[in-house]
Protein backbone atom coordinates (compact mmCIF):
# COMPACT_ATOMS: atom_id res chain seq x y z
CA UNK A 1 0.00 0.00 0.00
CA UNK A 2 1.19 3.44 -0.79
CA UNK A 3 2.65 5.58 2.00
CA UNK A 4 1.04 8.94 2.77
CA UNK A 5 -0.19 9.59 -0.96
CA UNK A 6 -1.23 12.93 0.28
CA UNK A 7 2.70 13.95 -0.32
CA UNK A 8 2.73 12.75 -3.70
CA UNK A 9 1.80 14.23 -7.38
CA UNK A 10 -2.01 13.39 -8.08
CA UNK A 11 -1.68 13.51 -12.16
CA UNK A 12 1.90 12.73 -13.54
CA UNK A 13 3.03 13.35 -17.33
CA UNK A 14 5.78 10.79 -18.33
CA UNK A 15 7.90 11.77 -21.28
CA UNK A 16 10.40 9.42 -23.41
CA UNK A 17 10.20 10.24 -27.29
CA UNK A 18 12.48 7.81 -28.70
CA UNK A 19 13.96 5.72 -29.32
CA UNK A 20 11.82 2.44 -29.92
CA UNK A 21 13.91 0.03 -27.32
CA UNK A 22 13.76 2.76 -24.53
CA UNK A 23 10.43 3.28 -24.56
CA UNK A 24 9.52 -0.29 -24.52
CA UNK A 25 11.05 -0.30 -21.29
CA UNK A 26 9.42 2.39 -19.89
CA UNK A 27 6.15 0.51 -19.51
CA UNK A 28 8.01 -2.10 -16.67
CA UNK A 29 8.58 1.21 -14.56
CA UNK A 30 5.10 2.27 -14.97
CA UNK A 31 3.47 -1.39 -14.19
CA UNK A 32 5.48 -0.98 -10.99
CA UNK A 33 4.59 2.58 -10.15
CA UNK A 34 0.72 1.91 -10.45
CA UNK A 35 0.61 -1.96 -8.65
CA UNK A 36 1.51 0.94 -5.47
CA UNK A 37 -0.30 3.95 -6.59
CA UNK A 38 -3.21 2.69 -8.59
CA UNK A 39 -5.04 6.35 -7.88
CA UNK A 40 -2.15 8.65 -9.71
CA UNK A 41 -2.80 9.38 -13.27
CA UNK A 42 -0.48 8.74 -15.27
CA UNK A 43 -0.32 10.59 -18.94
CA UNK A 44 2.67 8.91 -21.24
CA UNK A 45 4.31 11.65 -24.01
CA UNK A 46 5.79 9.77 -26.75
CA UNK A 47 5.32 9.08 -30.15
CA UNK A 48 1.39 7.78 -31.58
CA UNK A 49 3.73 4.28 -33.06
CA UNK A 50 4.60 3.59 -29.86
CA UNK A 51 1.14 3.19 -28.22
CA UNK A 52 0.63 -0.14 -27.63
CA UNK A 53 3.65 -0.98 -25.59
CA UNK A 54 1.17 0.89 -23.01
CA UNK A 55 -2.07 -1.32 -23.41
CA UNK A 56 -3.32 -2.35 -20.43
CA UNK A 57 -1.22 -0.21 -18.18
CA UNK A 58 -4.35 2.38 -17.86
CA UNK A 59 -2.48 5.42 -18.82
CA UNK A 60 -3.00 8.48 -20.53
CA UNK A 61 -1.69 9.41 -24.09
CA UNK A 62 -0.44 12.65 -25.27
CA UNK A 63 0.94 11.46 -28.94
CA UNK A 64 4.18 13.78 -29.75
CA UNK A 65 5.52 13.72 -33.06
CA UNK A 66 9.57 14.83 -33.77
CA UNK A 67 7.80 18.18 -35.61
CA UNK A 68 6.77 19.25 -32.54
CA UNK A 69 9.65 19.58 -30.16
CA UNK A 70 12.13 20.84 -32.70
CA UNK A 71 13.30 24.14 -31.93
CA UNK A 72 12.79 26.67 -29.50
CA UNK A 73 8.93 27.88 -29.99
CA UNK A 74 7.62 24.01 -30.68
CA UNK A 75 9.40 23.23 -27.75
CA UNK A 76 8.00 26.36 -26.05
CA UNK A 77 4.53 25.76 -27.24
CA UNK A 78 4.55 21.75 -26.96
CA UNK A 79 5.07 22.88 -22.84
CA UNK A 80 2.12 24.88 -23.21
CA UNK A 81 0.21 22.01 -24.35
CA UNK A 82 1.29 19.88 -21.57
CA UNK A 83 0.10 22.20 -18.84
CA UNK A 84 -3.37 22.10 -20.02
CA UNK A 85 -3.46 18.27 -19.18
CA UNK A 86 -3.86 19.34 -15.89
CA UNK A 87 -0.93 17.71 -14.45
CA UNK A 88 1.22 18.41 -11.40
CA UNK A 89 4.25 16.97 -12.07
CA UNK A 90 6.76 15.81 -14.63
CA UNK A 91 8.71 13.09 -14.97
CA UNK A 92 11.43 13.54 -18.24
CA UNK A 93 12.42 9.73 -18.81
CA UNK A 94 14.53 11.16 -21.81
CA UNK A 95 16.91 13.24 -20.40
CA UNK A 96 17.54 15.50 -23.74
CA UNK A 97 18.35 19.03 -24.30
CA UNK A 98 14.42 19.61 -25.73
CA UNK A 99 13.14 17.87 -22.57
CA UNK A 100 15.35 19.99 -20.40
CA UNK A 101 13.46 22.79 -21.90
CA UNK A 102 10.02 21.59 -21.53
CA UNK A 103 11.11 20.42 -18.18
CA UNK A 104 12.67 24.33 -17.24
CA UNK A 105 9.55 25.67 -18.77
CA UNK A 106 7.05 23.88 -16.14
CA UNK A 107 9.08 24.15 -13.36
CA UNK A 108 9.32 27.85 -13.75
CA UNK A 109 5.35 27.47 -14.00
CA UNK A 110 4.84 26.08 -10.61
CA UNK A 111 5.18 22.07 -11.53
CA UNK A 112 7.10 19.21 -9.64
CA UNK A 113 9.86 17.59 -12.23
CA UNK A 114 12.52 14.93 -12.09
CA UNK A 115 14.68 13.95 -14.78
CA UNK A 116 16.65 10.79 -15.53
CA UNK A 117 20.50 10.00 -14.31
CA UNK A 118 21.74 7.90 -17.17
CA UNK A 119 25.25 7.09 -15.37
CA UNK A 120 27.25 8.27 -18.73
CA UNK A 121 29.98 8.41 -16.98
CA UNK A 122 29.86 4.97 -15.32
CA UNK A 123 29.18 3.28 -19.10
CA UNK A 124 32.03 5.45 -20.40
CA UNK A 125 34.02 3.93 -18.25
CA UNK A 126 33.02 0.54 -18.97
CA UNK A 127 33.64 0.81 -22.63
CA UNK A 128 36.35 -1.17 -24.46
CA UNK A 129 36.59 -3.58 -21.03
CA UNK A 130 33.40 -5.13 -19.93
CA UNK A 131 33.20 -8.62 -18.68
CA UNK A 132 30.44 -10.83 -17.60
CA UNK A 133 31.98 -11.08 -14.23
CA UNK A 134 31.66 -7.74 -13.50
CA UNK A 135 28.83 -6.28 -11.38
CA UNK A 136 26.29 -4.89 -14.01
CA UNK A 137 25.40 -1.39 -13.89
CA UNK A 138 22.48 -0.50 -13.01
CA UNK A 139 19.30 -1.31 -15.67
CA UNK A 140 17.85 1.28 -17.68
CA UNK A 141 13.97 0.11 -15.81
CA UNK A 142 15.28 0.85 -13.00
CA UNK A 143 16.38 4.26 -13.62
CA UNK A 144 13.09 4.74 -14.93
CA UNK A 145 11.62 3.86 -11.54
CA UNK A 146 14.22 6.17 -10.13
CA UNK A 147 12.99 9.47 -11.91
CA UNK A 148 9.49 8.39 -10.05
CA UNK A 149 10.92 8.01 -6.77
CA UNK A 150 12.42 11.08 -6.77
CA UNK A 151 9.18 13.01 -7.64
CA UNK A 152 8.08 11.39 -3.96
CA UNK A 153 6.59 8.02 -4.80
CA UNK A 154 8.28 5.02 -3.16
CA UNK A 155 7.94 1.71 -4.72
CA UNK A 156 10.15 -1.49 -5.14
CA UNK A 157 11.77 -2.25 -8.66
CA UNK A 158 9.28 -4.54 -10.98
CA UNK A 159 9.09 -7.71 -11.24
CA UNK A 160 9.48 -9.36 -14.54
CA UNK A 161 6.17 -9.42 -16.80
CA UNK A 162 4.15 -12.22 -16.53
CA UNK A 163 2.57 -13.99 -19.94
CA UNK A 164 -1.12 -13.36 -20.36
CA UNK A 165 -3.37 -14.66 -23.38
CA UNK A 166 -3.12 -12.85 -26.41
CA UNK A 167 -4.68 -13.19 -29.86
CA UNK A 168 -2.68 -15.40 -31.94
CA UNK A 169 -2.14 -12.58 -36.10
CA UNK A 170 -1.18 -16.10 -37.38
CA UNK A 171 -4.13 -18.25 -36.58
CA UNK A 172 -4.17 -21.54 -34.83
CA UNK A 173 -0.72 -23.04 -33.85
CA UNK A 174 0.62 -26.02 -33.89
CA UNK A 175 3.74 -27.54 -33.15
CA UNK A 176 7.18 -25.00 -31.47
CA UNK A 177 7.06 -21.90 -33.27
CA UNK A 178 10.60 -19.64 -32.85
CA UNK A 179 11.24 -15.76 -33.79
CA UNK A 180 13.93 -14.67 -35.38
CA UNK A 181 15.20 -11.18 -35.70
CA UNK A 182 18.99 -10.81 -36.84
CA UNK A 183 18.31 -6.89 -37.55
CA UNK A 184 19.85 -3.28 -35.44
CA UNK A 185 20.23 0.19 -36.17
CA UNK A 186 24.24 -0.56 -36.16
CA UNK A 187 26.35 -2.95 -37.80
CA UNK A 188 27.94 -3.80 -34.11
CA UNK A 189 24.32 -4.89 -33.85
CA UNK A 190 23.17 -6.43 -36.63
CA UNK A 191 23.75 -10.20 -37.20
CA UNK A 192 25.77 -10.48 -40.52
CA UNK A 193 25.20 -11.72 -43.94
CA UNK A 194 25.52 -14.87 -44.79
CA UNK A 195 25.33 -16.24 -41.13
CA UNK A 196 21.94 -15.10 -40.58
CA UNK A 197 20.59 -17.65 -43.40
CA UNK A 198 22.69 -20.08 -42.10
CA UNK A 199 20.13 -19.56 -39.04
CA UNK A 200 16.67 -19.92 -40.74
CA UNK A 201 18.20 -23.19 -41.91
CA UNK A 202 19.01 -24.59 -38.75
CA UNK A 203 15.80 -23.60 -36.99
CA UNK A 204 13.39 -24.36 -39.92
CA UNK A 205 14.76 -27.50 -40.13
CA UNK A 206 14.22 -28.31 -36.50
CA UNK A 207 11.24 -26.17 -35.44
CA UNK A 208 7.89 -26.30 -37.03
CA UNK A 209 7.28 -22.44 -37.85
CA UNK A 210 10.24 -19.65 -37.60
CA UNK A 211 9.08 -15.85 -37.92
CA UNK A 212 11.72 -13.29 -38.93
CA UNK A 213 11.19 -10.09 -38.04
CA UNK A 214 12.44 -7.09 -39.92
CA UNK A 215 12.18 -3.37 -40.80
CA UNK A 216 11.52 -2.73 -45.07
CA UNK A 217 13.90 -2.37 -47.58
CA UNK A 218 16.88 -5.01 -47.61
CA UNK A 219 15.66 -6.22 -44.54
CA UNK A 220 12.17 -7.28 -45.45
CA UNK A 221 13.90 -8.25 -48.78
CA UNK A 222 15.93 -10.77 -46.99
CA UNK A 223 12.54 -11.82 -44.54
CA UNK A 224 10.91 -12.96 -48.02
CA UNK A 225 14.00 -14.81 -49.51
CA UNK A 226 14.24 -16.74 -46.72
CA UNK A 227 10.06 -17.46 -46.64
CA UNK A 228 10.52 -18.62 -50.39
CA UNK A 229 13.19 -20.82 -49.51
CA UNK A 230 11.77 -22.52 -46.47
CA UNK A 231 7.78 -23.70 -46.39
CA UNK A 232 7.87 -22.83 -42.76
CA UNK A 233 9.30 -19.66 -42.87
CA UNK A 234 6.78 -16.68 -42.48
CA UNK A 235 8.62 -13.33 -43.06
CA UNK A 236 6.19 -11.03 -40.70
CA UNK A 237 6.69 -7.71 -42.58
CA UNK A 238 3.47 -6.69 -44.19
CA UNK A 239 1.56 -9.45 -42.19
CA UNK A 240 0.43 -7.71 -39.24
CA UNK A 241 -0.91 -4.66 -38.47
CA UNK A 242 1.17 -2.79 -36.52
CA UNK A 243 3.24 -3.12 -32.98
CA UNK A 244 0.41 -4.40 -31.52
CA UNK A 245 0.41 -7.05 -33.28
CA UNK A 246 3.50 -7.86 -33.46
CA UNK A 247 2.91 -8.38 -29.90
CA UNK A 248 0.94 -11.01 -30.21
CA UNK A 249 2.85 -12.61 -32.43
CA UNK A 250 5.99 -12.46 -29.96
CA UNK A 251 3.19 -13.36 -27.22
CA UNK A 252 2.19 -16.49 -28.69
CA UNK A 253 6.04 -17.19 -30.10
CA UNK A 254 8.11 -20.51 -27.70
CA UNK A 255 11.37 -18.35 -27.84
CA UNK A 256 12.75 -15.85 -29.79
CA UNK A 257 16.25 -14.80 -31.21
CA UNK A 258 17.27 -10.98 -31.16
CA UNK A 259 19.68 -8.84 -30.92
CA UNK A 260 19.99 -6.03 -28.62
CA UNK A 261 17.27 -4.09 -30.39
CA UNK A 262 13.53 -3.48 -30.30
CA UNK A 263 12.63 -7.10 -30.49
CA UNK A 264 14.30 -7.98 -27.42
CA UNK A 265 12.53 -5.39 -25.26
CA UNK A 266 9.07 -6.26 -27.09
CA UNK A 267 9.62 -10.22 -25.70
CA UNK A 268 10.29 -8.44 -22.39
CA UNK A 269 6.81 -7.25 -22.36
CA UNK A 270 5.10 -10.24 -23.00
CA UNK A 271 7.10 -12.53 -21.12
CA UNK A 272 8.24 -14.72 -24.39
CA UNK A 273 11.67 -16.39 -23.34
CA UNK A 274 14.37 -14.82 -25.42
CA UNK A 275 17.74 -15.72 -26.94
CA UNK A 276 19.59 -12.65 -27.20
CA UNK A 277 22.73 -12.45 -29.12
CA UNK A 278 25.32 -9.43 -28.43
CA UNK A 279 28.09 -8.24 -30.53
CA UNK A 280 29.21 -4.23 -29.95
CA UNK A 281 27.27 -3.72 -27.05
CA UNK A 282 27.08 -5.47 -23.64
CA UNK A 283 24.15 -6.62 -21.42
CA UNK A 284 26.07 -5.29 -18.65
CA UNK A 285 25.01 -1.73 -19.52
CA UNK A 286 21.89 -1.92 -18.51
CA UNK A 287 19.94 -2.65 -21.25
CA UNK A 288 19.29 -6.31 -21.49
CA UNK A 289 15.68 -6.81 -21.63
CA UNK A 290 14.11 -6.79 -18.59
CA UNK A 291 13.35 -9.68 -16.80
CA UNK A 292 14.98 -12.14 -19.66
CA UNK A 293 16.81 -14.67 -18.36
CA UNK A 294 20.72 -13.73 -18.13
CA UNK A 295 21.18 -17.91 -19.80
CA UNK A 296 19.75 -16.75 -22.84
CA UNK A 297 22.51 -14.13 -23.31
CA UNK A 298 25.24 -15.15 -26.24
CA UNK A 299 28.22 -12.73 -26.39
CA UNK A 300 32.37 -13.67 -26.58
CA UNK A 301 34.11 -11.62 -23.99
CA UNK A 302 36.62 -10.27 -26.39
CA UNK A 303 38.83 -6.91 -24.87
CA UNK A 304 37.20 -4.52 -27.38
CA UNK A 305 33.74 -5.12 -26.18
CA UNK A 306 31.78 -2.86 -25.50
CA UNK A 307 33.75 -0.31 -28.35
CA UNK A 308 30.63 2.03 -27.92
CA UNK A 309 27.27 2.52 -25.33
CA UNK A 310 25.05 2.30 -27.74
CA UNK A 311 26.39 0.23 -30.62
CA UNK A 312 27.02 3.37 -32.79
CA UNK A 313 30.59 3.22 -33.15
CA UNK A 314 32.84 1.48 -36.02
CA UNK A 315 34.58 -1.45 -35.47
CA UNK A 316 38.10 -0.31 -34.86
CA UNK A 317 39.26 -3.58 -36.86
CA UNK A 318 36.92 -3.32 -40.16
CA UNK A 319 35.42 -7.31 -39.36
CA UNK A 320 32.91 -6.75 -36.39
CA UNK A 321 34.47 -9.76 -34.99
CA UNK A 322 32.69 -9.58 -31.69
CA UNK A 323 29.42 -10.48 -33.76
CA UNK A 324 30.78 -12.79 -35.90
CA UNK A 325 31.79 -14.65 -33.48
CA UNK A 326 28.64 -16.12 -32.14
CA UNK A 327 28.36 -18.78 -34.75
CA UNK A 328 24.99 -20.14 -35.98
CA UNK A 329 25.04 -23.43 -34.42
CA UNK A 330 25.36 -21.61 -30.95
CA UNK A 331 22.61 -19.75 -31.66
CA UNK A 332 20.33 -22.93 -32.14
CA UNK A 333 22.11 -24.71 -29.19
CA UNK A 334 20.52 -21.71 -27.28
CA UNK A 335 17.50 -22.05 -28.26
CA UNK A 336 17.41 -25.60 -27.74
CA UNK A 337 18.60 -25.12 -23.92
CA UNK A 338 16.13 -22.66 -23.43
CA UNK A 339 13.04 -24.34 -24.84
CA UNK A 340 14.35 -27.10 -22.88
CA UNK A 341 13.44 -24.80 -19.54
Not at 38 to 58: C, M, N, S, W, Y
Not at 127 to 143: D, E, I, Q
Not at 282 to 296: A, Q, V
Request: charged share 25%; hydrophobic share 40%.
Amino acid sequence: MAINNRSVPKHILVVRLSAMGDVAMLPHAIRALREVYPDVKITVATRKLFEPFFEGLDVGFLPVEKSEYDGWKNIRDLSRKMRTLGIDAFADTHGVWRTMFVRMWLWLHGLRTARIHKGRVEKWFRVGYCNSNAVPLKHTVVRYCDVFRRLGFDFPDPKPAVKQSRPNPMGEKSGTWVGFAPFSAHQGKTYPEGLREEVVKLLAAKYDRIFIHSGGGKEAQFAMAMESAYPNVTAVNGKVKGLGEEMNLISNLDCVVSMDSLVMHLSSLVATPVVSVWGATHPELGFLGYGCSPEGVLQEEIKCRPCSTYGNTKCKYGDYRCIHAISPQMIVDRVEKMLGR
